[in-house]
């Protein structure tokens, strides 16, 4: 068993308590699903709140953010797990849920994406743009997959670590903010932008989210190419 199936187990025996009691007062995984869906539209809309009305000097709009993020994505391990654990799993429910799941995502990188531009940076908002763009096709490129009868879960940057990435730093960036300040920098002459500033903290993770979900998709692509050759 590896790293990533210890945590998992883990996380399952902490939230057991949680899924029991939603099961027992009638919550349905659906319901869990939308409050998710819920939390990451209001992720995106303290973002923009924050790219209109707060100052470019201070990221406790992305920590909050990235808090309610963070706790979107427990949503996303409950309602699965409410689902098995409830013998409530369906095929609408699987559809629903990953419908879902992409509307979430998508909101949640447009109040990133906003944000960014708003208070101009304007390098990060285009790289956030393709750590979007990433992390559909990862979904996609598996879904279409699965319906051709590959089974396509190759690949980092599946959807809980695109959302431990952006959350956690996120929340690092607005507690770093509040330590060494939201203007800190390190300029190097011959770069046209800081080589790191307290935004790098938030933005950096989601450079290396952009890159890491477009070779995800890409591995999933040629991988499935493979399965399906001479079928």
Wanted: one cysteine or more.
């Amino acid at each position: 068993m590896d790293w990533k199936s210890n945590a998992q187990q883990l996380v399952y025996h902490l939230i057991n308590p949680v899924v029991e009691l939603f099961i027992k007062v009638g919550v349905t995984p659906n319901m869990i699903t939308f409050f998710g869906f819920i939390l990451n539209l209001a992720a995106a809309i303290i973002l923009i709140f924050g790219a209109e009305y707060g100052e470019r000097s201070s990221h406790s709009f992305v920590a909050i953010a990235g808090a309610i993020i963070l706790f979107a994505g427990l949503m996303d391990m409950l309602d699965g797990r409410v689902a098995r654990v409830g013998n409530m799993a369906n095929k609408y429910g699987a559809l629903y849920d990953s419908v879902v799941d992409r509307f979430s995502e998508l909101y949640m990188f447009l109040g990133i994406c906003y944000y960014l531009i708003s208070h101009d940076y304007f390098l990060s908002s285009l790289f956030a743009f393709i750590a979007m763009i990433g992390s559909i096709m990862v979904s996609y490129t598996r879904a279409r997959a699965e319906g051709l009868g590959v089974d396509c879960s190759v690949g980092i940057m599946q959807r809980p670590e695109r959302i431990l990435i952006v959350g956690v730093s996120a929340v690092l960036c607005g507690v770093t903010s509040s330590i060494i300040g939201a203007d800190f920098k390190v300029e190097v002459d011959w770069l046209p932008v800081p080589l790191f500033e307290t935004i790098s903290i938030f933005t950096f993770p989601i450079f290396i989210l952009a890159i890491g979900a477009n070779i995800t998709a890409y591995r999933r692509l040629i991988f499935a190419r493979d399965q399906l050759q001479g079928t």
